[in-house]
């Protein structure tokens, strides 16, 4: 594998908590204590009622929380209303010209839970969404101009990175995962598969 797939899989298939900054935990707890408070804020927003009701069914698998509640659903429709909710005011995060937390903090929580990861790998799984998001937004700064919201591009593309690393993903399940993500998140032009 050669290219920017595979320089990010790799990336995702070595990151260690013990290699963080430790300037980045305090920015990991205010993400996450954020999101989690505007998704108890957006909780009840017409918007993520929506998008609660065509998704969660009672009678599939119970994996992961909706919106920290005690309702649960499938770790992916879990993450999908959890990001609803996050978003639903706009007064999530901003920073790498979009909204990162309201898309990694949802799918890391969702997916954690089914995995039954600790507090350290969720850290490290947001740094790794983190890290991709804004190498890939170093590499082409200019979406908002082309008309396009880095966080329906990019947040696919970095919940994809954050969920192999909470999955422990070799360098090849992972590049497999970002091109699957690319694909879905506008084509896969903006990242080739490997």
């Given at each position: 594998?050669?290219?920017?797939?595979?320089?990010?899989?790799?990336?995702?298939a070595?990151?260690?908590?013990?290699?963080?900054?430790?300037?980045?935990?305090?920015?990991?707890?205010?993400?996450?204590?954020?999101?989690?408070?505007?998704?108890?804020?957006?909780?009840?927003?017409?918007?993520?009622?929506?998008?609660?009701?065509?998704?969660?069914?009672?009678?599939?698998?119970?994996?992961?929380?909706?919106?920290?509640?005690?309702?649960?659903?499938?770790?992916?429709?879990?993450?999908?209303?959890?990001?609803?909710?996050?978003?639903?005011?706009?007064?999530?995060?901003q920073?790498?010209?979009?909204?990162?937390?309201?898309?990694?903090?949802p799918?890391?929580?969702?997916?954690?839970?089914?995995?039954?990861?600790?507090?350290?790998?969720?850290?490290?799984?947001?740094?790794?969404?983190?890290?991709?998001?804004?190498?890939?937004?170093?590499?082409?700064?200019?979406?908002?101009?082309?008309?396009?919201?880095?966080?329906?591009?990019?947040?696919?593309?970095?919940?994809?990175?954050?969920?192999?690393?909470?999955?422990?993903?070799?360098?090849?399940?992972?590049?497999?995962?970002?091109s699957?993500?690319?694909?879905?998140?506008?084509?896969?032009?903006?990242?080739?598969?490997?």
């Amino acid at each position: 594998m050669t290219g920017l797939t595979s320089e990010l899989a790799a990336f995702l298939a070595h990151v260690k908590f013990e290699d963080l900054p430790a300037a980045a935990l305090p920015l990991v707890r205010n993400a996450f204590t954020d999101t989690v408070g505007v998704i108890m804020v957006g909780i009840t927003e017409p918007v993520v009622d929506i998008v609660r009701r065509t998704l969660v069914d009672a009678g599939v698998q119970r994996e992961a929380r909706v919106c920290v509640s005690s309702v649960y659903a499938c770790a992916p429709e879990a993450a999908l209303v959890g990001g609803t909710a996050a978003h639903a005011l706009d007064y999530d995060d901003q920073s790498l010209s979009g909204h990162p937390s309201a898309v990694l903090v949802p799918t890391i929580l969702a997916e954690a839970e089914t995995l039954g990861c600790n507090g350290h790998d969720l850290v490290t799984a947001y740094v790794a969404g983190y890290e991709v998001w804004a190498e890939l937004l170093r590499r082409d700064a200019n979406y908002h101009a082309r008309g396009w919201h880095p966080t329906a591009v990019f947040g696919l593309i970095a919940a994809a990175a954050a969920a192999a690393v909470l999955h422990r993903l070799p360098a090849e399940r992972a590049a497999a995962a970002l091109s699957i993500a690319a694909s879905h998140a506008g084509g896969s032009a903006l990242i080739s598969a490997p």
